[in-house]
Structures are given as C-alpha cells and as structure tokens.
C-alpha cells in the first residue's frame, strides 16, 4: 500500500519527507503534522529547520533558528514555538 510507496520512493525525491513527533513547535506545526524539506545552502534567522537530535541521532528535531553563531562554521540556535527555552 501507501507506506510501501513512501518508502520506495524517499530515496528518489528531490525533498525529504518527515512527520512532526510532539507539539514543541505548537500552534505551527501539530504532532502527527507531515513535512516537506529540502536542504538548503543557507537558513535565515526565524526560519524552521530540521536537523539530527544530538541526544539521538536517528530522530530529527523541527525548531526555528533564533540565532546563527559562527565560529569556523555555523552553528544555529534554534527554539522549539511552544518551548519556554532555546535548544
């Protein structure tokens, strides 16, 4: 069926496809919400990324970039909406 299909085509899109796992960027994004993303070459302040959970590295975390910090490369400060605190 149809989960059959996602997952013969993941590979072959020009896009990502994920799902959202908890409500950390509420009222945006809702769990069980679905995403598109496509890696970009650079990200804007108040944009939403999606980037590998450092705590586990199989999951991915959505969140929107509060600050970019340079120091030989980036790195991003990201905010989950619903979150009191930056990641």
């Known amino acids: 069926g149809g ?3 996602v997952s013969e ?5 020009p896009f990502g496809i994920s799902y959202v ?3 950390s960027m509420y ?9 598109f993303w496509k890696q970009k070459a650079n990200y804007q302040n108040g ?6 959970n450092p705590l ?13 910090v340079y120091d030989n490369k980036i790195y991003y400060e990201t905010k989950g909406d619903a ?5």
Request: no cysteine.
């Open 47 to 52: 944009g939403i990324i999606l980037f590998k």
């Open 56 to 68: 586990d590295e199989k999951d991915f975390v959505a969140h929107r970039i509060e600050s970019a």
């Open 21 to 23: 796992e908890s409500d």
């Open 9 to 13: 085509l993941k590979n072959k899109l």
């Open 3 to 5: 989960l059959l299909l």
């Open 27 to 35: 009222p945006n994004l809702s769990k069980g919400d679905l995403v």
């Open 83 to 87: 979150n009191a605190d930056r990641d």
